[in-house]
């Protein structure tokens, strides 16, 4: 049997228009570079179609009334926010993504390890903005949480920090919410600091991990070893809700990380084996990404995730980082490091 790969091609509207920097049209040139390319990974895929989700579904993390206002937004192409606005299509895509994310999340927990295009995670209960509409990774989680299970880790690599999946959980210690993003001084949404950890009952199992710019590859594993894979063994989840595309990558035109493909990839692979080695399933969510490269660093989330070690390459070389600056972004990534273990140590003996 494959693994659960979940797809429509109706997510091609997800789109926000010919000018935005999210194009609808990545999700079928993905399927095609990957079958094209990578026949025999391709193979290794059980595709599987998504049904929509309902507005039952939805309102486990969203308002009735918020729905209402989207629904009544599209209708005349009306903005969420400054950057994202509602074409006809949208919504519809929106809910497939949504039933693609909760199918995928349950398959993984049948099967070990599930795929999809998913990591809507910038809308929130009652808001949308950052060209998502509704959240996916949350509403996949909050269904998990209604079918029982009640340790549920949500591991977002996405370069934006997941403020909406953030605040539909932040006081609810039954879902560890761990973010590593870039410096949120540094790229929207600005929030995201090592200093908050949740609220009430919630407080130490909101995680976020302010990047610097230009870490690369080498600063992620510090994050993993230092904070991430300590946490995995603490917390014991019983899945792993992945999300995060290629917008790590140093080509991306949105964002300043410094990943290369190799990292991306290895990112990824070495969360796979984490979650095998401690026996948890894992879904993994992409579908982020800017600039002419996206797809590429999905495949490069694809071969770290199945493991393997097909070649990618980009065009672009990387800018040159002398070492006196590669020596100043570990010394911010460590303090940074520090600081975020006191900031939870009251929670976590671990730390
Ligand atoms: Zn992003």
């Given at each position: 049997m494959g693994i659960p790969f979940f797809y429509h091609t109706d997510f091609a509207s997800y789109d926000f228009g010919p000018s935005h920097p999210f194009q609808g049209s990545r999700f079928d040139r993905f399927m095609q570079e990957l079958a094209e390319r990578f026949p025999a990974v391709f193979a290794r895929l059980d595709i599987m179609q998504p049904q929509p989700a309902g507005n039952e579904l939805l309102e486990l993390v969203h308002d009735r009334s918020y729905i209402d206002r989207v629904i009544a937004l599209e209708k005349?192409?009306?903005?969420?926010?400054?950057?994202?606005?509602?074409?006809?299509g949208s919504i519809d895509a929106a809910r497939l993504i949504v039933g693609a994310s909760t199918a995928a999340a349950r398959e993984a927990l049948r099967t070990g390890l599930a795929l999809g295009f998913g990591g809507l995670h910038h809308a929130g209960p009652d808001y949308g903005e950052g060209f998502c509409i509704f959240n996916?990774?949350?509403?996949?989680?909050?269904?998990?949480?209604?079918?029982?299970k009640d340790r549920i880790l949500i591991l977002d690599t996405d370069a934006h920090q997941g403020n909406g999946t953030m605040d539909v959980f932040i006081?609810?210690?039954?879902?560890l919410f761990i973010s590593l993003h870039q410096d949120p001084r540094t790229l929207y949404p600005g929030r995201g600091y090592a200093d908050e950890v949740g609220e009430g009952a919630g407080k130490g199992y909101t995680v976020n991990i302010p990047m610097p710019t230009l870490s690369g590859g080498s600063m992620y594993d510090l994050a993993l070893d230092e904070i991430v894979f300590p946490l995995i063994d603490a917390f014991k989840p019983e899945i792993i809700i992945r999300n995060g595309g290629s917008d790590p990558l140093y080509t991306d035109t949105l964002t300043n990380l410094g990943l290369t493909l190799d990292d991306l990839s290895r990112l990824m692979r070495r969360i796979a084996e984490k979650?095998?080695?401690?026996?948890?399933?894992?879904?993994?969510?992409?579908?982020?990404?800017?600039?002419?490269?996206?797809?590429?660093?999905w495949l490069a989330i694809l071969r770290g995730t199945l493991g393997e070690s097909f070649e990618l390459s980009l065009p672009e070389q990387m800018k040159f980082i002398p070492p006196e600056d590669r020596a100043r972004i570990e010394r911010v990534t460590r303090a940074m490091i520090e600081y975020l273990r006191a900031n939870l140590r009251p929670y976590w003996s671990i730390f």
């Open positions: 005349r192409r009306g903005y969420l926010s400054v950057d994202t606005q509602l074409l006809p996916d990774v949350a509403v996949a989680a909050a269904a998990l949480l209604k079918d029982g006081e609810d210690p039954r879902v979650a095998k080695a401690a026996n948890v399933p894992l879904v993994d969510l992409f579908l982020s990404g800017y600039g002419p490269y996206v797809t590429e660093g």
